[in-house]
């Protein structure tokens, strides 16, 4: 039997958030496996794979949650909610999802990510030992079940004042590892349209990442620079994300302006 055979799931990232240790990641909305290598071969701890706005498709997805394996880097997916069971049998690592405005749609979150357990434990997740996830049945089972209830992190994101004003409660939700702020959505639902450096919406941000942090769980948010993330890491934060797309676009300028 070969003892080299690794599970097609990583379940490293919720210890990856209880470490307290600064997350560094990358959003990917580009439907390509090698630019997962590529954020794994520069160093980054996580990607998170961009299904809300990023154009892969499920088989993409998998090819894309197959190169992070590979390469040794976690990875989120980034989705809807109705796309939260498909993504999971595909064998993300967590799954991160917009708009959550209270702690009710919180719970209803982690239910769709864990598997219903004895006694009415557990979640709502559909069973199938037939997906990458369970290694197309070769590691189905309670095993299965036990390390995906216990190993998929969950990150819900707070994108509206509703959010905000629901942080702790939607931060303090068993099973939620990591609130993620989303500044452009939230300025855009402050009525500041793309202006997140608005003083409100920096007032805003600034009070989830806090909360967040006060109900022990792990704040996350955009930093798009080195000061960015020594301001925000003063509020606690600790789960720091680029965009692919913003980077990528900004060396190709430089290199076009050579
Ligand atoms: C936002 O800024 O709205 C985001 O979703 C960032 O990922
Ligand atoms: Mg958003």
Known sequence: MNSQIRMPFDDR???????????????????APALVEM???AGFDFVVIDNEHGSADLQTTEHMLRAA?????VPIVRCLRHDIARVLDLGTSGVQVPMINNAAEA???VRR??????????????VAFSNRAAGYGAFGGAEHIRRSNDGIGVIAMIETPEGVANAYNIASVPGIDAVF???????HSMGHEHRWQEPEVMQAIEHTLREVARAGKCPGTLAASKSEEE???????RYFAQVISGVIAQALKQAAAR
């Open 181 to 187: 702020v989303g500044p452009t959505d939230l300025a």
């Open 113 to 126: 990510v864990r598997y219903p357990l004895p006694g009415g434990q557990g979640g709502q997740r559909g």
């Open 231 to 237: 301001r925000l890491a003063g509020f606690g934060t």
């Open 107 to 109: 719970e209803d979150l």
């Open 69 to 73: 394996r590979a390469s040794g880097v």
């Open 39 to 41: 954020c794994a071969f």
């Open 13 to 31: 990232l919720r210890g990856m958030f209880a470490s307290g240790a600064p997350l560094h990641g990358m959003f990917i909305g580009l439907p």
